[in-house]
């Protein structure tokens, strides 16, 4: 059973940054996909950035040049870094997995597994 457990949400200004966390464990595929997605008050959930397990990543636009994702070494720790944050940004973010090829990798209906959350709130 895959568990995932975000950390490092909080308050900042605009123009400000924070390190999203995600331990992951129970997982030992050696092809998976894991991402960052995030939802506002009264809109969809939307995809902000993926990683497979080669090290391919992508970004939805409105990230680009802001935000970075990676894991550690171990593979067991999935990361967003997240500069020059907006207004706009502000939402409860998760962390999700893809450990089962299901057509495609990386698409948002493809994650299996989910973490609970964690809430990131950008003040202008």
């Known amino acids: 059973q895959v568990q995932l457990a975000e950390s490092g949400g909080g308050s900042v200004q605009s123009g400000g940054s924070l390190r999203l966390s995600c331990a992951a464990s129970?997982?030992?595929?050696?092809?998976?996909?894991m991402g960052w997605f995030r939802q506002a008050p009264g809109k969809e959930r939307e995809g902000v950035a993926t990683?497979?397990?080669?090290?391919?990543?992508s970004y939805a636009n409105s990230v680009k040049g802001r935000f970075t994702i990676f894991q550690d070494n171990t593979k067991n720790t999935l990361w967003l870094e997240m500069n020059s944050l907006k207004p706009v940004d502000t939402a409860m973010y998760y962390c999700?997995?893809?450990?089962?090829?299901?057509?495609?990798?990386?698409?948002?209906?493809?994650?299996?597994?989910w973490g609970q959350g964690t809430q990131v709130t950008v003040s202008s």
């Open positions: 129970g997982y030992t595929n050696s092809w998976y996909c």
């Open positions: 990683i497979e397990s080669d090290g391919t990543t």
């Open positions: 999700a997995a893809q450990v089962e090829y299901s057509g495609s990798w990386c698409g948002m209906e493809d994650f299996g597994y």
